[in-house]
């Protein structure tokens, strides 16, 4: 081996999958859809030497993502530093040429060996970059590493046979060697030198090395150096007889700045292999002399760098890594969730806040046609917290028009709130989704002594229920079934969307707020009035709701819409209220009115302030006959049968004792809003009947079971 020229061990890498997922998580809620953007990593080279004596590897974890290397786990070994550059297609990594990639990154290190920087911070000889490919939906990573170095290497060879350091020091100095290596900080354990004086040995960092032959023998080059004196130290990965990559860096910093003594003199190495220094390996080497070392110098620096690794197969060429087995099916479900609504916002609504429709909690009055739509619409965007209320079992004609129903449920005669809840847990198993069976108590409905106890604990389930979530849907199959909802949203101010079908016909609404600060009457001649003025789904309405179930034949009693209607009515539900999330008012933002197709009324449309996904209307009626859609506007109606103010002080002093006044005596809410006072006063008959034609229009709007 003597004279012969030096090779070097190539280097090699494992990625652990803490890494990629970590990677996966930055990609999404940091980085999105950044292309090629350097990354800076940490990795190490273990202390622990391997048990099948193949080479240390290069270990990167999630940590390797930390700022410091301190705060990550590669503290404790030898740490290295590094880029990782990922690319948004496969064809970007694919076609990127490798030979361009490693010189632009590259550049990194030859900067950093000629200012000097690599002397101060050994451990940028250490450096690596990864080029990488990030397959989220598949949870495949196509990645290829790179350990820089300049391709014009001087010529370098064995001075002497390789040989053990217990045959260069003896056992005590060797023991002393090894306890100040320990000592040392973990970032400078990758590089330094040891000086020996006589019996003694002393380790120094890399910088004063350099320094001390840069006193000693390029001032004085007419003087020989002691080539016991100093010894240039690494940290070695390779388990070979020769020398690992690092090397090739250290030597090219030290024909950098040291040229005389390099190109002179025999170079001593001292190559640490694991924390044990009785395994280090002492390198003679000597580089071929030549007469101009300034060109030499500039070859070697010269941007054209080598140092690919080779993957698993033995040839150059990137590595794959698949995740999608290792891990968790539940938490790839949510992944793959975020990373569709991310996808929207990244390329189109930057400044969507999905978190403001996500953390809300969500509760479904109705898990008939429109619950049942609603609720698939609302997973959708990505929610996380839904209730479903429902007292209804599951019958032979659901399953067709009911999107969350099977065959066998309506068979077992499942509860409906207990089958959506099933449905929706299959299609996203980490969604947390509870379930309620409740019959809500309805004026008009009389509540007999042996229903009073169970109406009770209805109330005050269903109060809890309404206070403890944040966003109401009413799709419940009757009117007055939507009353109490509405006087409880209104009285924990809550977004309430309510949706309702005819045959052809839907109508969406949002009911209006309710906070203790508004005003006994609105401004009516305001046409796009703020949340406060907006009315709720009984405003219109010149009666109390009663028990519309009575009297009703079987068309009147069942669904009698065309299939297609509940989606478009649910959909334009839920796009309201995400709406209401992306508003900066929320749920006080102005109403946008417009009056349809007709050009007549063109002039009339009125614009308000959008939020980020546009107008925020109050109530949506739309039509399958013409294909119309319209935007009308209710004012808050003062003497309402749901939401006056003389009703919510009533329920929040007398609370379900109220309720149960309003289903037991006829006229009761009338008296108490003063809708019954109102309605004596002269010249209202006109008034009346437009608005019992309008209230009627809205009851042939409700049936969804």
Not at 166 to 177: A, G, N, R, V, Y
Not at 449 to 460: D, F, G, H, V
Request: hydrophobic share 35%; net charge negative.
């Amino acid at each position: 081996m003597l004279n012969e020229v030096v090779k070097f061990t190539k280097l090699r890498s494992a990625t652990e999958p803490s890494f990629w997922a970590k990677f996966e998580e930055l990609k999404l809620d940091k980085y999105k859809l950044e292309d090629k953007i350097k990354i800076s990593l940490w990795g190490s080279y273990s202390l622990t030497p391997t048990t099948d004596g193949r080479a240390s590897l290069l270990v990167l974890d999630c940590t390797s993502f930390n700022e410091n290397a301190e705060t990550t786990t590669h503290d404790t070994a030898v740490p290295c530093t590094g880029f990782l550059v990922n690319t948004n297609t496969y064809e970007a990594f694919r076609w990127t040429n490798p030979e361009t990639f490693i010189n632009s990154l590259g550049q990194h290190i030859l900067d950093a060996i000629k200012n000097g920087t690599a002397l101060q911070e050994p451990w940028q000889l250490t450096f690596f970059i990864i080029l990488s490919y990030a397959d989220l939906k598949r949870h495949r990573f196509h990645y290829w590493t790179a350990y820089p170095t300049p391709f014009n290497l001087p010529e370098t060879y064995h001075y002497q046979e390789p040989r053990s350091a217990t045959l260069e020091f003896t056992q005590d100095k060797i023991d002393e060697l090894q306890k100040s290596f320990l000592k040392l900080p973990g970032k400078s354990k990758c590089f330094f030198c040891v000086f020996k004086t006589g019996h003694n040995l002393e380790v120094v960092s890399l910088a004063k090395g350099v320094e001390w032959i840069k006193s000693n023998v390029e001032s004085h080059k007419d003087s020989k150096l002691d080539n016991d004196y100093v010894y240039f130290a690494f940290y070695d990965p390779s388990t070979e007889l020769e020398p690992g990559w690092p090397l090739r860096n250290l030597l090219c910093l030290l024909f950098w700045h040291c040229p005389f003594f390099s190109f002179q003199q025999e170079i001593k190495v001292l190559s640490v292999r694991g924390q044990n220094l009785h395994d280090a390996i002492v390198f003679s080497l000597k580089a071929k002399t030549y007469d101009d070392s300034e060109s030499i110098q500039r070859a070697i620096c010269e941007n054209r760098l080598v140092g690919w690794e080779t993957n698993v197969n033995g040839k150059l060429g990137p590595n794959i890594v698949d995740l999608s087995s290792s891990m968790d099916v539940i938490k790839l479900c949510g992944k793959a969730v975020d990373l569709n609504l991310k996808l929207m916002k990244w390329r189109l609504v930057p400044e969507l806040n999905l978190d403001a429709i996500s953390g809300p909690r969500y509760l479904l009055l109705g898990a008939g046609t429109l619950g049942c739509a609603v609720a698939r619409v609302l997973i959708g965007w990505g929610i996380t917290n839904l209730t479903i209320v429902d007292s209804s079992h599951v019958s032979h004609s659901n399953p067709v028009r009911q999107s969350l129903y099977t065959h066998e449920d309506a068979v077992k005669r499942r509860y409906k709130a207990e089958a959506a809840k099933d449905a929706l847990l299959r299609i996203r198993p980490d969604l947390n989704v509870e379930s309620v069976i409740l019959q809500i108590p309805m004026p008009g409905h009389v509540v007999g002594e042996s229903m009073l106890e169970t109406t009770r604990n209805a109330i005050s389930q269903l109060e809890n229920l309404v206070s403890q979530h944040d966003v109401c849907f009413l799709l419940l199959d009757s009117r007055e079934a939507r009353w109490l909802p509405t006087v409880l949203g209104a009285t924990f101010n809550k977004i309430v969307i309510n949706a309702a079908l005819g045959f052809d016909s839907y109508t969406v609404q949002r009911h209006g707020s309710r906070g203790s600060s508004h005003p006994d009457s609105p401004d009516l001649t305001v046409q796009n009035p703020t949340g406060q003025d907006l009315g709720c789904y009984f405003c219109n309405d010149i009666t109390q709701p009663g028990n519309s179930q009575l009297d009703r034949t079987l068309d009147q009693q069942c669904t009698v819409s065309r299939p297609g209607l509940s989606q478009i009515a649910a959909g334009l539900a839920v796009e309201l209220m995400v709406a209401i999330t992306q508003h900066p008012q929320g749920i006080e933002a102005k109403a946008m009115m417009n009056f349809g197709n007709d050009q007549s009324n063109s002039n009339k449309d009125t614009v308000c302030e959008p939020g980020l996904l546009g107008g925020v209307p109050h109530t949506i009626r739309g039509s399958l006959w013409n294909h119309e859609m319209r935007l009308t506007i209710t004012h808050r109606f003062p003497s309402c049968t749901a939401c006056s103010a003389p009703l919510i002080n009533e329920y929040k002093c007398r609370g379900i004792d109220f309720v149960l006044d309003a289903c037991n005596q006829p006229n009761y809410l009338e008296r108490l809003s003063g809708l019954e006072e109102l309605l004596m006063r002269p010249g209202l008959d006109e008034l009346c009947y437009a608005l019992e034609m309008s209230s009627d229009e809205d009851e042939e709007n409700v049936k969804t079971n």
